[in-house]
């Protein structure tokens, strides 16, 4: 049976249950899932934004989630200009605690100097072998917004917005997300619909 942990307002529902014209097998996901398959103990990171599907997802896949919606919190902290650096201590979890972290598209809303704060400390937080998964939005995926990425059966994807979030969009290219990734080691990319990119990073 799997565990939820949420810490204090990450229990958090869906702001908006409508869905992005967008579909898309995830290949990413799927090298995620399998590499955490034939462990019965897996824990696994979520930075949110929090979605009751995602978790039903993982309820079948891994022993514990731990759901930390650091996109909320971001949200936050810009709205009232305070530095990004004190929404890391919500990830205060003790080092090499999970087998994967999913990222999602949290580093495309991050200043250069933020990702790389963000990596370091994904990296102290994965076991030896752990994965990430990372999503670059191209620049027509951008227009659409803030969303959660909501995942359904076969690895089909598809998006939702969230309103309530305002956050930047930094429009990088990949060969900078890749050099901001460090130390994580690139495993697999993917070009997805859109134009956005799928990452796959493991921590060696």
């Known amino acids: 049976m799997t565990t939820f942990v949420f810490s204090s307002d990450r229990r958090r529902q869906d702001s908006d249950h409508r ?16 590499g955490l398959d034939g462990q019965p103990s897996a824990q696994v990171l979520d930075l949110g934004p929090v979605c009751q599907e995602n978790i039903r997802f993982f309820a079948q896949r891994v022993k514990k989630l731990y759901v930390c919606d650091m996109f909320i919190r971001l949200n936050r902290c810009l709205g009232k200009g305070d530095p990004v650096d004190r929404i890391w201590h919500e990830l205060d979890y003790p080092p090499e605690s999970f087998d994967g972290i999913l990222i999602w598209e949290l580093a495309d809303r991050l200043e250069d100097g933020e990702v790389r704060a963000l990596v370091k400390l994904c990296h102290t937080l994965l076991k030896p072998g752990g994965m990430a998964v990372v999503l670059v939005l191209g620049e027509h995926a951008a227009n659409l917004g803030v969303n959660s990425f909501v995942v359904g059966q076969n690895f089909r994807i598809g998006l939702r917005s969230q309103p309530h979030l305002r956050l930047p969009i930094r429009g990088r290219q990949n060969r900078d997300i890749l050099a901001m990734m460090t130390p994580l080691k690139p495993a697999k990319s993917f070009i997805c619909r859109l134009g956005f990119m799928e990452f796959l990073f493991t921590r060696d």
């Open 19 to 34: 869905f992005k014209t967008v579909d898309y097998t995830s290949n990413a996901l799927q090298l995620f899932v399998e």
